[in-house]
């Protein structure tokens, strides 16, 4: 997951493979819910692992719910509709699939408990939940402005509620609020109860998969039409045992999306003609504006068809979250798309009809929108301009716009505050970047002599970037021990075996550590001597040969920060930032000696000294790749700079390197 300031997505041009994707967020945080209002012990298969997710196993765990993780499996025991914990503090973060359900939930379980969650949360309005339950007998106040968040519910007897009458919802606003009715509501059904829908129904299939999901649990709704909603007297929660989550539909909007843009066959798993989720339609939608798609059971495989897609105009209420990916793929048309009956997108985790249409202005489109709908126009190729997308903490506007990442203009795309994918789908750049091709990998190369900080500066770097890091002087180090292991020695007569040991390194680099057949050699590799081996093998020409593709490897999406000696000369020609970094030698050498009395090696300054510069006179004057700056290398000498100073100078050639207008970096030293 990125948890960047901004995610920078290079130029993209092509996509192939295979995704799979993360379980439903709707399905998964229902089955959660029915799973602790039921009796008996549940196991959820492929649960969505997301922050909504999280934000109601906190909450059912408060309430007295066991839960126990296991391998892929989540294993939860219900509280057979009786509270064990009769009071508590919820707090729900941005889930309104946890908020919505479990203010109607506990307003009947009978216990004393405040719901809040962040800011958005508490603008999100509940007034219409709120006012259903009262009219039944339950007793909600609002701690903060009527009609939302955050909320405290006070305890009632089931038998005094009044379910004699039908019980009265508007369904205009959000199909939540009937959600959270039809699942709280089985918890009093000594009698038949009936819901009235007032006003039109907005995002049925949400209510197909409540349905759906409670007839899983022993709960079989009588429904006539989308008006009224009757559970039958004496209905029961009863867990299934074992129940599997199926992928996200909404989530396979991205990558249908994708097929439909840039593939020539995108097979997406896990969701697929036999889904239950509503959002499975968007692969109608996608069809009508021309991509290819086949489909089995679980899985979809998606091609480009017509292109430029097709315009169209969709009533999009029966896709709401879904729809906002037609809202970026419009872009890629041949004319207006309209996207209407989409009022619900002003009341989601941000008002997505303002957030879209301001986003895809400035990437340099045309967008009319009103009170519920949007209109984008095509971008020309010459139209594309670089921006800088706002995401306003939602997930969907994160993930729609990557897509833009494949404009015929070859402009990246930057993506703010990407972490807040984690809603529904924490990996989704990863996976995204698993399946996609870019034009180019950008790498920013740190070259130098020893103990100049390339290390130190290029991990903060690749840090702050999201970008992978390569420390390429540990692959020679790695290479040097495996020669003193072998027995060998650093001269042309075993060069060629030692080439061999490089070749096929059995290396690993885990979480910082770099890990030789299985055998932590972090440590090993970065004493003085170690340095020195490597030095050594490094002037062989056959090694060097041997470890140019392992090197190269290392150039994955979204970016690289590379250190060493040839970055920018040999291995990174290309790279748009090179950086030569130096400093004094009195001062490497204090810089080292520190760092080794810190891990309790002692040593002398002048003996320090002396080694470091036998080693840059040997980096420096070897025959191949030679230490030296590349002609086009900027240079740092950092001697008088501080590790912040050196990182944020280096952030500042970089953005200046891209064509985005706001400088997201600290000022420059
Ligand atoms: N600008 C700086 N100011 C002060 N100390 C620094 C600075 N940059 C790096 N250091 C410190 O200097 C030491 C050496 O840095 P680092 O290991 O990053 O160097 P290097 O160039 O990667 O070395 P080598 O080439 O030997 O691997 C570390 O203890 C680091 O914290
Ligand atoms: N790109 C590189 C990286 C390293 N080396 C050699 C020369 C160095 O003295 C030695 C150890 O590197 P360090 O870990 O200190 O950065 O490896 C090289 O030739 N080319």
């Known amino acids: 997951m990125f948890s960047t300031e901004f995610l920078d997505i290079p130029p993209l041009t092509e996509a192939a493979g295979t995704v799979r994707l993360p379980g439903s967020k709707s399905i998964s945080n229902r089955v959660l819910l029915l799973a602790a ?12 692992d997301s922050d909504d997710t999280r934000v109601m196993l906190t909450a059912l765990a408060q309430l007295g719910c066991r839960i126990e993780q296991g391998d892929g499996t989540l294993r939860i025991t219900g509280l057979g509709g009786k509270l064990s914990t009769p009071q508590a503090k919820l707090f729900m973060g941005n889930a309104g699939t946890a908020m919505r359900p479990l203010t109607a939930a506990l307003s009947l379980l009978g216990g004393d ?32 402005n009527p009609g939302y968040p955050p909320l405290r519910i006070h305890p009632v007897t089931l038998q005094s509620l009044h379910l004699d009458a039908p019980i009265r919802v508007r369904g205009d606003v959000s199909s939540q609020f009937l959600t959270a009715l039809l699942m709280a509501l089985p918890l009093a059904s000594y009698r038949d109860i009936t819901i009235d829908v007032v006003g039109e129904l907005i995002s049925k299939p949400y209510i197909e998969i409540t349905l759906n999901l409670l007839a899983r649990f022993g709960i079989h709704v009588r429904r006539e039409g989308w008006q009224r909603f009757t559970i039958p007297a004496g209905s029961q929660y009863q867990s299934p045992g074992e129940i599997h989550v199926e992928a996200d539909a909404s989530s396979a909007s991205y990558f249908i999306a994708l097929g439909a843009i840039a593939s020539e066959g995108l097979r997406i798993e896990g969701v697929g003609a036999e889904s239950i989720q509503g959002d499975i339609r968007f692969v109608e939608a996608a069809a009508q504006m021309g991509a290819r798609i086949q489909s089995g059971p679980n899985w979809l495989q998606v091609s480009r068809g017509a292109w430029p897609l097709k315009a169209i105009t969709l009533d999009c209420n029966h896709i709401p979250d879904a729809a906002m990916t037609l809202a970026v793929m419009a872009l890629y048309a041949d004319g207006p798309t309209t996207l209407t009956n989409i009022a619900s997108w002003r009341v989601k985790e941000t008002d997505r009809i303002d957030a879209m249409a301001n986003e895809l202005a400035k990437l340099g489109a045309k967008v009319e929108a009103g009170p519920d709908f949007i209109r984008v126009f095509p971008l020309p190729a010459d139209g594309w301009r670089a921006a800088s997308i706002k995401t306003y903490d939602d997930h969907r506007v994160a993930m729609c716009f990557s897509l833009a990442a494949f404009n015929p203009a070859s402009i990246p795309v930057r993506v703010l505050d990407p972490h807040c994918v984690a809603k529904t789908f924490p990996d989704y750049f990863e996976t995204l970047f698993s399946v996609v091709k870019p034009l180019s990998v950008p790498v920013i190369c740190i070259d130098g002599p020893t103990a100049s900080g390339k290390g130190t500066l290029a991990v903060e770097v690749a840090h702050e970037l999201g970008y992978h890091y390569l420390d390429s002087g540990a692959l020679y180090r790695v290479t040097g021990l495996a020669m003193r292991r072998a027995g060998l020695d650093a001269d042309p007569a075993h060069e060629t075996q030692i080439a061999d040991l490089a070749r096929t390194l059995p290396l690993r680099f885990d979480a910082g550590k770099a890990m030789l057949a299985g055998e932590d050699v972090t440590d090993a ?13 490094s002037a062989l020409p056959a090694v060097r040969a041997a470890l140019t593709e392992l090197q190269i490897s290392f150039r994955r999406l979204p970016g690289l920060v590379a250190d060493g000696r040839d970055m920018g000369t040999v291995i990174f020609p290309d790279a748009p930032l090179k950086v030569f970094l130096t400093a004094s030698a009195a001062q490497r050498a204090e810089r080292r000696h520190k760092q080794l009395i810190s891990k309790g090696i002692s040593t002398t300054l002048d003996s320090l000294r002396s080694d470091l510069e036998a080693r840059d006179l040997r980096d420096s004057s070897r025959s191949v790749a030679p230490l030296k700056p590349a002609e086009d290398a900027r240079r740092l000498d950092n001697s008088t700079l501080s590790i912040e100073q050196s990182v944020d100078q280096v952030l500042n050639w970089w953005q200046q390197a891209q064509p985005f207008q706001a400088a997201p970096t600290k000022a420059s030293p």
């Open 37 to 48: 209002l039921a009796s008996g012990t549940t196991t959820v298969h492929d649960l969505l």
């Open 113 to 144: 408990f405040e719901l809040s969650g962040v800011p958005r949360m508490h603008e999100r309005p509940i007034g219409d939940l709120v006012d259903a339950l009262t009219q039944l007998g339950c007793h909600i106040d609002y701690l903060g």
């Open 525 to 537: 590799i970065r004493s003085e001597a170690a340095g020195m081996d490597a030095s050594r093998v």
